[in-house]
């Protein structure tokens, strides 16, 4: 395994798979596969059910997710990603995981059983005084919320949340924000929006594990 921070990676059937450290042995989250190796167990990282898996495949060395931090999560669904994040950070860091649908806070819930670094904050990311008091400081944003204003949700987020010198990322996706446009043309406009108060340090996009999607990896300005 080549081993990329807490992210594992392996050239097996003629591709590359994603690893992380299961941090709950024995516990999946959704179909995932369990993997042991010299007393280990790895939960493979499906690319295809999760935009930072894709991102990382598609060249982006370093997400910036490291053990110890603390992760503001916009937009997590049933969980899928948010679980590899909990591996990543490990038990001696966070993750607050946020949406606004009841239906998928409650499955969301059962993961968090297991997992104890991971708070479910049902709410509206678009509304962050609305849960200011259930957050803290965080040394990463990490957003995958498709709505037409999903930048501007994004920043509001960073400014409130995210540390000095911390990082953002905004898994944007074109069809969301503008179906009349080429998305080569959304994600210069996102570019131009994030300029302003982020620094830019990696873009991808995401093709072939997810259509019509990009992710932009940004450090907060001084």
Not at 6 to 29: A, I, Q, S
Not at 184 to 197: C, G, N, P, S, Y
Request: charged share 30%; glycine share 6%.
């Amino acid at each position: 395994m080549i081993k990329k921070g807490k992210v594992f990676e392996v050239y097996e059937d003629h591709r590359k798979r994603l690893y992380t450290v299961n941090l709950v042995p024995g516990k999946k989250v959704y179909d995932e596969r369990l993997v042991k190796e010299k007393g280990v167990e790895y939960r493979e990282w499906n690319a295809r059910k999760s935009k930072l898996a894709a991102a990382i495949l598609k060249g982006s060395n370093n997400i910036f997710i490291r053990k110890g931090c603390v992760v503001l999560y916009l937009g997590c669904s049933y969980g899928t990603t948010p679980s590899h994040v909990s591996d990543i950070v490990g038990k001696d860091g966070f993750v607050f995981a946020l949406d606004f649908a009841p239906r998928v806070m409650r499955e969301m819930v059962f993961v968090c059983e297991d997992r104890n670094n991971i708070a479910p904050i049902l709410g509206n990311a678009n509304k962050p005084l609305s849960y200011v008091d259930k957050v803290s400081m965080v040394d990463v944003v990490y957003q995958d919320i498709a709505q037409r204003d999903q930048v501007e949700i994004f920043l509001k987020n960073v400014k409130m949340f995210l540390k000095k010198e911390g990082y953002g990322l905004l898994a944007v996706k074109a069809r969301s924000v503008d179906v009349t446009k080429k998305p080569k043309a959304i994600f210069a406009e996102v570019r131009q929006k994030l300029d302003k108060e982020m620094t830019i340090v990696d873009y991808r996009t995401l093709e072939p594990y997810e259509l019509d999607h990009c992710m932009f990896i940004c450090k907060k300005k001084g």
